[in-house]
């Protein structure tokens, strides 16, 4: 795989992928951290264009090979490119949902990109996303501040640090695909329709899940999905109309009933302000960079006398959680023997 061009480590939260869709200038959709896969959770995260799973990866074990019955002929109607770079897997899981959905509003850029690869094979859309000087640049954008940089390109470390992957499911003309750029193409795993694809897709995740350990818990799942104001406000445009109706006809339950679902919907669409305020301010904070904020805090310090005992403190407490950490610990060993 290149390392041409590096890319960041980015991370696996709604709020970052939010805002990176939105920096792509796609329009009318978000993305949710999916905590269920019961009925109820899905149900109220639809319409959902696409899921993204997070795992541990474990060499070799791609997609094609995790399942040697599904169909991986080329499919012309599938966006399908191979990752051909180190750190591009989160904004290209993102991307495999973005350009299999018709319906959502690519912008004219990511429009443009995705017409102008469209006969790509997928090495070479591949080599696109990551040439991509928008793609790369919103990517980038995401990468915290650190002065003390690590070059994650090298791999002469004697420590095996734990490497994780992103992967898509999406549902592409009547079909459910498991779309991962580390496999040979994207995996076709049986007909589905627009309502039932959330069903299908469950049992595949929580296989895939199964083949871990049960310590292993280091798995997320997001769901990019509508704008859930556009949403909440197409469902107030059609409570407003039945409320005219109600009136014409005087049917004062309906009314009130119809009046409660319509302040419900407004509270949520204020949460949902809220929420973007703040995903906006912690993406301002992972980006920012505290180290100049950090020395000016030691230097007053310092100036005033009172570092040293703050460093002596700082020890003290240190020891005393250290201590106390281990006498828990002790006192559950104690209790399971």
């Known amino acids: 795989m290149s390392d041409a061009g590096q890319w960041c480590l980015i991370e696996s939260d709604p709020g970052v992928f939010t805002e990176l869709i939105r920096a792509f200038n796609v329009q009318g959709t978000q993305v949710e951290e999916v905590w269920s896969l019961d009925d109820q959770t899905l149900e109220e995260l639809k319409p959902v264009y696409g899921l993204i799973f997070l795992f541990k990866w474990q060499g070799g074990n791609d997609s094609s090979r995790l399942h040697p019955e599904a169909d991986l002929s080329v499919d012309e109607n599938v966006y399908f490119a191979k990752q051909v770079i180190n750190n591009a897997c989160a904004t290209q899981a993102i991307l495999s949902i973005l350009l299999n959905c018709p319906t959502i509003d690519l912008g004219a850029e990511l429009d443009n990109f995705k017409d102008f690869t469209r006969l790509f094979d997928p090495y070479d859309k591949g080599l696109a996303i990551t040439?991509?000087?928008?793609?790369?640049?919103?990517?980038?954008?995401?990468?915290?501040?650190?002065?003390?940089?690590?070059?994650?390109?090298?791999?002469?470390?004697?420590?095996?640090?734990?490497?994780?992957?992103?992967?898509?499911?999406?549902?592409?003309?009547?079909?459910?695909?498991?779309?991962?750029?580390?496999?040979?193409?994207?995996?076709?795993?049986?007909?589905?329709?627009?309502?039932?694809?959330?069903?299908?897709?469950?049992?595949?995740?929580?296989?895939?899940?199964?083949?871990?350990?049960?310590?292993?818990?280091?798995?997320?799942?997001?769901?990019?999905?509508?704008?859930?104001?556009?949403?909440?406000?197409?469902?107030?445009?059609?409570?407003?109309?039945?409320?005219?109706?109600?009136?014409?006809?005087?049917?004062?339950?309906?009314?009130?009933?119809?009046?409660?679902?319509?302040?419900?919907?407004?509270?949520?669409i204020e949460m949902e302000k809220v929420k973007f305020k703040r995903y906006e301010r912690e993406n301002s904070l992972r980006k920012h960079n505290f180290i100049q904020f950090i020395y000016n805090i030691i230097r007053i310090l310092a100036e005033r006398g009172e570092l040293q005992a703050r460093i002596e403190y700082a020890r003290k407490e240190m020891s005393k959680r250290i201590k106390d950490r281990a006498e828990k610990k002790k006192g559950e060993s104690g209790s399971k023997n």
């Open 131 to 268: 040439n991509s000087e928008l793609i790369r640049g919103v990517h980038n954008s995401f990468a915290r501040s650190d002065p003390f940089f690590l070059d994650q390109t090298d791999q002469s470390s004697s420590e095996k640090e734990d490497i994780f992957h992103f992967i898509s499911y999406v549902p592409v003309q009547g079909a459910l695909y498991e779309l991962d750029g580390l496999s040979n193409g994207p995996v076709n795993l049986g007909p589905c329709t627009g309502d039932n694809w959330l069903e299908k897709v469950r049992p595949v995740i929580q296989e895939r899940m199964s083949r871990y350990t049960s310590a292993e818990i280091r798995f997320n799942l997001l769901a990019l999905i509508k704008n859930r104001e556009d949403v909440y406000r197409t469902r107030i445009g059609e409570i407003d109309e039945r409320m005219r109706h109600a009136s014409n006809t005087n049917n004062s339950s309906e009314l009130m009933q119809l009046s409660e679902e319509r302040d419900q919907l407004l509270q949520r």
